[in-house]
């Protein structure tokens, strides 16, 4: 066998940067147990995580932004458009009407309408989940504390219901507070309330049903965040919502409701103008019909008091002109009454915009066309303004253009009045002279007619003013809304969140993760020595063999028929030590293995004891001497009392050998002399002569002489004696020892303080090896040694 006495051109210090990828991987698939642990363990937790988190659902629904100039009017509504109160309606901007379908406004009116307030829960085995629709009971406020509940946290309670007609309120840490009746009205700090039976309600057993409470603002805030709305494309006015939460029904009744009431909204918003129309005419029809009921009586009496039925031919063809002429005053004094109520409308919103009366008649149709922008600017800024502030750029420019637009109204209003009253004064002069002619008429008819015509006039802006307020009427009843549904609120049975496959896949990477991070970081920290390689890597020292770890309690390991890996590695050793002694000088004297270590605990006691064993197996006469003067272990680890050896040895001259010897059964052809009594001054009794003639005497007697020396690196009494030694084991410990104490091994060497020296790593790990990636050859399982049966907890963990 090859002994390695400098490294090989494979770990020589040109190859030590490289990275040898399967010694890597072996790393890790060495603690493959634990990869496999980590897994199970992660799955498990995905498992529990998946069993007991609340899925949640995604419902979704889409609806077209109805854009009035880009579709026009329906056929139903066609027959109005020569009225002017359908038909060219505005555009609508599809972020404006996002903003306004997330608006708080808009959601607060969908949480009132569908109680979303309050939430109703049922206990699991492990926990509460919420039950929309599907509980027993419900809470309906006779009245309701709304500042105290804006003021207080969320508000939460349980009705634990015990019969049929009876249940019981407790609190949030289940104290009883008081047992009522059901439809039995409860004052409480919140308001008064009645608790009320379902139609579904039947009573089996003994239920307790948990009811919340939130304030209004934070629901709103969590639906808000909640809600997604987007365009399906940049160009088209369709919009997706979407809306995720735990109970489907509930997500599918949020978004119908949301639509609806988005809808609603926009009809208020298109209905303002036509209302504010009709509530002036309405005004202006109650002042002209009393007027009218007045002249009524007027021409009544004149007709009674005067005895007359109608008027001569003369009289009516005056009253024919004059009627002419009081058609044409009609109109202008009936726009003219409107253009000033309009502008005094005007003068009126001098801090607030608000829309104006629409659809009025004016001759001049810019005036109308103007109005008519007017109007949408307004409504288009009160809307965005639900969401947006003042400072809003949006809303700055919608407020530049109709403060511009306002000023451009008054100026052509009063531009209309100026002409109208104009044109009104020309037509009294021909009034005038037509009255010159009714002068010749009798006086009779001459006032019958004066009173005619003045009943004329009014009757006519009365009748006008019936046929505008029938149209804006009919405005009202027409209005569509903003939205149509393409489809309704849908939602998903397979939950969006948590994603089975997702968290199964993470669990799984997370299990391969944590222990190759554990590892990594282990093996980053770690600075002992494993594997012959390590060895070889850090130091030119031969190396002469491992000893595996023992899975017996024994001490001793070896004998004639142990096949264990622990005994087949000291034969091996046994064998390499003849290729180390194979330059002995004297072949008729013994030879004198020294054994030591860098520090205690390395197993030296173990190495000497098992190798003199393992010698005297081969028919050689094999003496164990333990020179450990002050730390003796060989009589401790064989479990010996105590007895006289080398300290007694040299302090007394009359002990011989044969006082000081001994030897135990177990082993047959082995002397040990124990290190004694611990001295006072080990290294001085170590300088006298008579350790010269102790090893004098014993390599005439022995073939080999195994000595049990103390560490190097804490005392001195090793290199004292170094010089008898024929060669020196340096046992250093795997998984104990420092690679930085390595240091001390090579120069030692290197010095040569320690003559023919070579080392053995003890207590190394069988499966990994040698440490290139191969084990030995007679490693478990081969046939060639015999396994040491293991409990099945330590083969897993082993």
């Given at each position: 066998m090859q002994i390695h006495k400098e490294k090989s051109a494979f770990n020589s210090n040109d190859d030590s940067g490289t990275l040898d990828i399967r010694e890597e991987l072996e790393k890790y698939m060495f603690h493959w147990k634990w990869f496999v642990l980590g897994i199970i363990i992660s799955l498990i937790g995905a498992f529990i995580f998946l069993r007991y988190t609340t899925p949640k659902y995604r419902a979704t629904t889409s609806i077209l932004i109805k854009d009035n100039q880009k579709s026009g009017i329906s056929k139903e509504l066609e027959a109005f458009k020569d009225m002017g109160i359908v038909g060219g309606g505005s555009v609508n901007n599809t972020d404006n009407e996002v903003e306004i379908l997330k608006s708080r406004k808009i959601i607060g009116t969908v949480v009132d309408t569908l109680n979303l307030t309050m939430i109703y829960f049922s206990q699991g085995r492990v926990k509460k989940t919420e039950s929309y629709g599907e509980n027993l009971i419900k809470i309906l406020f006779e009245s309701k504390d709304d500042e105290l509940l804006k003021k207080d946290k969320d508000t939460s309670f349980s009705v634990n219901i015990v019969s049929s007609d009876k249940f019981e309120l407790k609190d949030v840490e289940d104290n009883l507070i008081s047992t009522h009746s059901f439809d039995e009205v409860i004052s409480s700090g919140i308001g008064d309330f009645r608790v009320v039976k379902r139609n579904k309600f039947q009573f089996k057993e003994s239920t307790t049903v948990f009811v919340s409470l939130y304030k209004k603002s934070k629901v709103i805030d969590g639906y808000r965040s909640i809600l997604s709305i987007s365009s399906v494309d940049k160009n088209s006015s369709v919009l997706k919502l979407s809306f995720i939460h735990p109970v489907k029904e509930k997500a599918e009744d949020f978004l119908n409701e949301l639509v609806t009431q988005y809808n609603l909204d926009a009809i208020k918003d298109k209905n303002e103008i036509s209302q504010k129309t009709k509530n002036f005419i309405d005004e202006r029809l109650f002042t002209i019909g009393k007027d009218l009921n007045s002249i009524q009586d007027r021409v009544k009496k004149f007709k009674t008091d005067n005895n007359i039925s109608g008027l001569s031919g003369e009289g009516e063809l005056a009253l024919q002109t004059a009627s002419t002429n009081n058609q044409n005053l009609i109109e202008i004094k009936t726009e003219l009454t409107i253009a000033e109520s309009v502008l005094e409308n005007i003068n009126k919103q001098s801090n607030k915009d608000e829309t104006l009366p629409q659809n009025l008649g004016f001759s001049e149709g810019s005036i109308s066309q103007s109005i008519k922008a007017y109007n949408e600017l307004v409504v288009f800024k009160n809307r965005l303004s639900v969401n947006a502030g003042s400072k809003n750029p949006q809303i700055m420019q919608y407020q530049k253009e109709i403060n511009s637009l306002k000023i451009n109204l008054k100026n052509s209003i009063s531009n209309l009045i100026t002409s109208l009253k104009t044109q009104y004064d020309q037509i009294n002069k021909e009034v005038d002279r037509i009255n010159s002619k009714v002068s010749a008429i009798p006086s009779l008819e001459r006032g019958y007619i004066d009173i005619e015509r003045e009943q004329e006039i009014i009757s006519g802006l009365y009748s006008y003013l019936l046929k505008k307020k029938e149209e804006t009427a009919i405005?009202?009843?027409?209005?569509?809304?903003?939205?149509?549904?393409?489809?309704?609120?849908?939602?998903?049975?397979?939950?969006?969140?948590?994603?089975?496959?997702?968290?199964?896949?993470?669990?799984?990477?997370?299990?391969?993760?944590?222990?190759?991070?554990?590892?990594?970081?282990?093996?980053?920290?770690?600075?002992?020595?494993?594997?012959?390689?390590?060895?070889?890597?850090?130091?030119?020292?031969?190396?002469?063999?491992?000893?595996?770890?023992?899975?017996?309690?024994?001490?001793?390991?070896i004998g004639n028929d142990s096949r264990t890996s622990t005994a087949e590695a000291f034969r091996l050793i046994r064998t390499n030590l003849d290729f180390m002694l194979s330059n002995h000088k004297d072949s008729d004297l013994g030879k004198t293995i020294f054994i030591t270590s860098t520090t205690s605990g390395e197993g030296k006691s173990f190495i000497s004891i098992n190798l003199a064993a393992a010698l005297s197996l081969s028919n050689k006469k094999v003496l164990l001497m333990g020179m450990d003067l002050r730390a003796p272990k060989v009589t401790e680890y064989l479990g010996i009392p105590e007895r006289k050896g080398i300290t007694n040895y040299i302090t007394n001259d009359k002990l011989s050998l044969n006082d000081v010897k001994f030897s135990i059964p177990e082993i047959k052809g082995l002397d040990i002399i124990a290190s004694g009594v611990i001295p006072p001054n080990p290294a001085e009794l170590l300088l006298t002569g008579k350790i010269k003639e102790l090893f004098d005497q014993v390599k005439k007697d022995y073939d080999y002489i195994i000595v049990d020396t103390a560490p190097v690196?804490?005392?001195?009494?090793?290199?004292?004696?170094?010089?008898?030694?024929?060669?020196?084991?340096?046992?250093?410990?795997?998984?104990?020892?420092?690679?930085?104490?390595?240091?001390?091994?090579?120069?030692?060497?290197?010095?040569?303080?320690?003559?023919?020296?070579?080392?053995?790593?003890?207590?190394?790990?069988?499966?990994?090896?040698?440490?290139?990636?191969?084990?030995?050859?007679?490693?478990?399982?081969?046939?060639?040694?015999?396994?040491?049966?293991?409990?099945?907890?330590?083969?897993?963990?082993?």
């Open positions: 405005s009202l009843a027409v209005t569509v809304p903003n939205a149509k549904i393409i489809d309704v609120a849908y939602g998903s049975n397979n939950p969006v969140s948590p994603k089975r496959n997702i968290i199964y896949l993470g669990a799984l990477l997370i299990g391969l993760i944590i222990p190759f991070i554990i590892l990594y970081v282990k093996n980053l920290l770690d600075t002992k020595i494993h594997t012959r390689k390590d060895i070889e890597e850090l130091t030119t020292v031969p190396f002469l063999g491992d000893v595996p770890h023992s899975e017996t309690n024994e001490k001793i390991v690196n804490l005392v001195t009494d090793t290199l004292l004696v170094s010089k008898y030694a024929d060669m020196f084991l340096y046992v250093s410990r795997a998984n104990y020892l420092d690679k930085r104490m390595l240091n001390i091994v090579q120069t030692l060497y290197n010095e040569k303080k320690l003559p023919n020296m070579a080392i053995v790593l003890n207590d190394t790990d069988m499966t990994r090896g040698y440490g290139y990636g191969y084990g030995y050859g007679y490693g478990y399982g081969n046939g060639y040694v015999e396994d040491v049966k293991k409990p099945w907890y330590k083969r897993i963990l082993s």
